[in-house]
């Protein structure tokens, strides 16, 4: 679903990765772990379009899509969401909901009936204003968002961030089980290591902007403790 070749990437003259591979199948949750600033989320943002890359190149689904704008990789069945909840403040949540289809022609109906099933609490503040939510509610919310856009592939940046653990627990089953079910590939990025690792399929260590391991989910989970990789 996912290739990403030799990928350089920074801000202005500060380079932040340096010859980064990855790759992500259909139906697969691929953790990326690293201490802060290993740079995360600028590989986030290069894979889905929004940070310029240096050098390399990524395949989307089999199309090469080096230097294409985030519009068209929405559009193409991609999402990013951000660590900052991202949501529309001073509309209700049944209005960002349908937002997040605005790029599918069909289907948004059922989608929406999923997204409100995984997460009972937007139904039931389906007229309350996003912004007026708690943190863990716009959390789920953006995740919401996201879902309802049909993607093919989801980057996640730190879901679990300013939320309570039994919160994210929810957030993390509901990421499996939507991978599971629909052939949604994940990018996770996530500081709660052990969170990750128990849905991930395979993970990536980032030190310093450089890939230092890769291991499948199962053994890196078996490791128990990860200081020695950040």
Same mark, same amino acid.
């Given at each position: #679903?996912?290739?990403?070749?030799?990928?350089?990437?920074?801000?202005? $003259?500060? =380079?932040?990765?340096?010859?980064?591979?990855?790759?992500?199948?259909?139906?697969? &949750?691929?953790?990326?772990?690293?201490?802060?600033?290993?740079?995360?989320?600028?590989?986030?943002?290069?894979?889905? /379009?929004?940070?310029?890359?240096?050098?390399?190149?990524?395949?989307?689904? !089999?199309?090469?899509?080096?230097?294409? $704008?985030? &519009?068209?990789?929405?559009?193409?069945?991609?999402?990013?969401?951000?660590?900052?909840?991202?949501?529309?403040?001073?509309?209700?949540? @049944?209005?960002?909901?349908?937002?997040?289809?605005?790029?599918?022609? /069909?289907?948004?109906?059922?989608?929406?009936?999923?997204?409100?099933? #995984?997460?009972?609490?937007?139904?039931?503040?389906?007229?309350?204003?996003?912004?007026?939510?708690? !943190? !863990?509610?716009?959390?789920?919310?953006?995740?919401?968002?996201?879902?309802?856009?049909?993607? *093919?592939?989801?980057?996640?940046?730190?879901? $679990?961030?300013?939320?309570?653990?039994?919160?994210? *627990?929810? &957030?993390?089953? *509901?990421? @499996?089980?939507?991978?599971?079910?629909?052939?949604?590939? +994940?990018?996770? +990025?996530?500081?709660?290591? @052990?969170?990750?690792?128990?849905?991930?399929?395979?993970?990536?260590?980032? =030190?310093?902007?450089?890939?230092?391991?890769?291991? $499948? !989910?199962?053994?890196?989970?078996?490791?128990?403790?990860?200081?020695?990789?950040?």
């Amino acid at each position: #679903m996912l290739a990403a070749h030799h990928l350089s990437a920074g801000y202005g $003259s500060r =380079r932040v990765l340096f010859d980064v591979s990855i790759r992500v199948a259909r139906g697969e &949750i691929v953790a990326v772990l690293g201490h802060n600033g290993a740079g995360k989320t600028t590989l986030l943002k290069a894979l889905f /379009g929004l940070n310029p890359l240096v050098g390399g190149r990524v395949e989307f689904d !089999g199309i090469d899509t080096t230097g294409r $704008s985030y &519009i068209a990789n929405v559009r193409a069945g991609m999402t990013f969401t951000p660590a900052e909840a991202a949501v529309f403040r001073d509309l209700t949540v @049944r209005d960002n909901l349908e937002l997040g289809a605005f790029t599918i022609s /069909g289907g948004a109906t059922a989608r929406l009936e999923r997204v409100l099933t #995984m997460f009972p609490v937007l139904e039931e503040r389906h007229d309350q204003l996003a912004g007026t939510l708690s !943190g !863990g509610e716009q959390r789920m919310l953006s995740l919401g968002i996201a879902l309802m856009a049909g993607p *093919q592939l989801m980057l996640l940046d730190e879901p $679990s961030l300013g939320i309570a653990p039994a919160l994210a *627990q929810v &957030i993390f089953d *509901q990421i @499996r089980a939507f991978s599971r079910d629909e052939g949604l590939a +994940v990018v996770l +990025v996530e500081q709660n290591v @052990r969170a990750a690792l128990r849905i991930a399929d395979r993970a990536y260590f980032l =030190r310093a902007g450089h890939i230092i391991l890769e291991e $499948s !989910g199962e053994q890196a989970l078996a490791r128990g403790k990860w200081w020695d990789l950040f």
